[in-house]
């Protein structure tokens, strides 16, 4: 099995139920992996027969910043959505969808949900 994988990718957004997480931005970071066939785009080492990360990433950041969602797990099942739609020799995403700031008063990281999809 390949895999393309994207770590860290931060994007400023807003989701959440609290009426603050709905006025300010708070930061988002996404890690996703995708299972694919890259055969071809080894074999032919032409970028059309990959899954172009910088424009994957550039999808990622607008689908978040599009339409807010009270709960993360909405918003990541929305990425999801979008990357199977961006590229069809993805047939596995693992996405991890992890907020770095939150009303929560506690010292931690972050809080989040990994979903895992096939089709």
Same mark, same amino acid.
């Given at each position: 099995?390949?895999?393309?994988?994207?770590?860290?990718? +931060?994007?400023?957004?807003?989701?959440?139920? @609290?009426?603050?997480?709905?006025?300010?931005?708070?930061?988002?970071?996404?890690?996703?992996?995708?299972?694919?066939?890259? #055969?071809?785009?080894?074999? @032919?080492?032409?970028?059309?027969? @990959?899954?172009?990360?910088?424009?994957?990433?550039?999808?990622?950041?607008?689908?978040?910043?599009? #339409?807010?969602?009270?709960?993360?797990?909405?918003?990541?099942?929305?990425?999801?959505?979008?990357?199977?739609?961006?590229?069809?020799?993805?047939?596995?995403?693992?996405? @991890?969808?992890?907020?770095?700031?939150?009303?929560?008063?506690?010292?931690?990281?972050?809080?989040?949900? +990994?979903?895992? +999809?096939? +089709?």
């Amino acid at each position: 099995m390949d895999q393309i994988e994207i770590n860290g990718l +931060r994007v400023m957004a807003r989701h959440g139920y @609290t009426k603050e997480e709905k006025i300010m931005e708070q930061e988002f970071e996404i890690d996703v992996i995708l299972d694919c066939s890259l #055969e071809k785009a080894i074999e @032919t080492d032409q970028v059309e027969n @990959t899954v172009e990360c910088g424009e994957l990433m550039k999808l990622i950041t607008q689908t978040l910043k599009e #339409e807010p969602y009270l709960l993360i797990e909405k918003a990541a099942q929305k990425l999801i959505e979008k990357i199977f739609d961006f590229s069809p020799i993805i047939y596995g995403i693992e996405l @991890t969808l992890k907020k770095t700031q939150n009303g929560i008063l506690a010292d931690f990281d972050s809080v989040g949900v +990994r979903l895992v +999809r096939t +089709r």
